[in-house]
């Protein structure tokens, strides 16, 4: 089967022969307090800040998940006020995780599959947290980078946080105006799930620091003090998932070795050939009107017929597609298109639809 | 190399052929709200239900680590008064996150390498959730099962809570006294470190709702409330540690073919063995006194000429233990006795010693 599913998805083509290696090395069995561990995650974060151009001024933690992440950002960024930009499930999520943990979280919510007017001026005065999912998993709608960087400048003091789950490393942002992204390793990256990674920048970390000396509960262990010491030393506060980070590292690698040029311009090839076949189609429709918000690396399309029948007939000829998130589940596809799969599987993919 | 660690440790014999066989699946593919994911989670925890003996009315919850349960315990079973028995580096993290979360810890704490009188009256009346750590990995010390069941016998209103991160699967509970327990599969189940598992029971989960119906924050994706919506349907909220949790349900498998009788016997010959030869050495020294205190799982040897080079004659020689934890690393050393070793190894270790 190819896997073009926006959760777990297809792995990335070496990950089998990672893990062989990786069973050789013994690297399950090492300590997570040895030299060779920190060898190890040393060689991930060194590559994952060339890929992504991850300035030093910004830490990397790892953590279990994106959602994991969610709630850590909201405990360590968010004395009482956030402010979500929510046009889908996962912006929702961040929404009400900062609920759960009894901030107060406002909202700008449009409708599913539709972007936002920056131009609007919305943030109220006193956020200190302003959430973006970058890449709306559930509906495929992305936002344009550099609108958020003007916001950010009219917004200069409040920390920006963007949720890359499902774009990157396709995605490039400039760290100089974000202040915490985090992505998951079972999309863009196409690995085993069970490892989240944040990106975080000073000005986050020094509000963590703000909130703790003011006595607020900024959780325990992945407080980011916490993960910044562990950090700091390539190393995590708990037994983490050494697996994971060693296969992350391994597949950066590759991808550092393809160019991450060339992987954008391939994965923009294969977004174009997607979104043309579906516009041109007499039944199927992209469900993304506006192109400026159309995600490269999730396309979504309504099938009036219901979503059922493609699905099941997809998975017949040896490919699997999601079926739309929620309520959406009935009468949409989603087809994710990350660095795994190849411009010919998305070819066969489009004469096999 | 045959790793004797009590961290990360020897993967289960099995544990290669279970990877090759998830790869082939595509099981880190899967959508994990699919039917086939739920098929796995089924499976693993049907049989850590038959493996541990685990009634039904205690639910098995997945995390990422034993450091995340201990958050994810004083959160939902703490509105303020914790009370923890120390005797090491894991009691005392326990504790610890209790203090980090806000809450009032309290603590009754005896030197490394001690176990408690539970005769004693020392737990405060209004304690809310008792912490004992049953296997403590930075000492091998050991707490007897019977005299906790007694402790809570006393005390029926108060939330006991036991850490068996390292003794699990060996120590048998019987959870009709526990209200939660907790371990991480890189020990005593040989797997790849990423994954926690917590087993709650009814007491406990009640206490999460009169926390929530209060309006104190008990976390978000991961308080019991919401895990339990999710494990009732063999899920997790969050796209969790899938192939961790396919593993798990197959070394659980070969588990169950061998018996727990025997894993149980083979641990204790193991220990006996290593006992023994500890007790007699002229100049190694077990470091638990008292009998009744010393764990099966992790012995803790005293090295009195230093564990630097006992450590590294043993690695030039094929076997890897770790040194003693903390203040202890110089002068003692560490030897899990986890199922993944067999006898034979344990007597090449003994012959190398």
Known sequence: MI?????PSQLYPTVKKHMTSALRNE??????RSAKYQEIVSSTVVGLRTLLTIPKTHSIFFVASGTEAMERIVENCVTKNSFHFINGAFSKRFFQTSIELKKNAKK?????????????QIIPKQTELVC??????STGVSLPMDKLYELKKQNAKMLFVLDIVSSAPYVHVDFRSIDVA??????????PAGLGVMIVG?????KAEFLAKKGTNIGSYHNFLSLKTFADK???PETPNVLGQYLLGKVIGDMLKKGMTNIRKETEEKAALLYRFFDRHN????FVKEKMFRSKTVITVVIPDGSKSVVQKLKERGFVVDRGYGELKETQIRIANFPATSKAAVNKLIARM
């Open 3 to 7: 896997y073009f599913t926006p959760g």
């Open 108 to 120: 700008h919510e449009v409708a599913m599959g539709q972007g936002f007017d920056f131009e609007e």
């Open 27 to 32: 690297v399950p069995s090492l300590s997570h």
């Open 202 to 206: 000073p000005d986050a970390i020094e």
């Open 182 to 191: 985090f992505f998951s390793v079972q999309k863009g990256f196409g690995l």
């Open 283 to 286: 039944r199927y429709i992209p």
């Open 132 to 137: 973006f999912t970058q890449n709306e998993t």
């Open 234 to 236: 390539y190393q995590t």
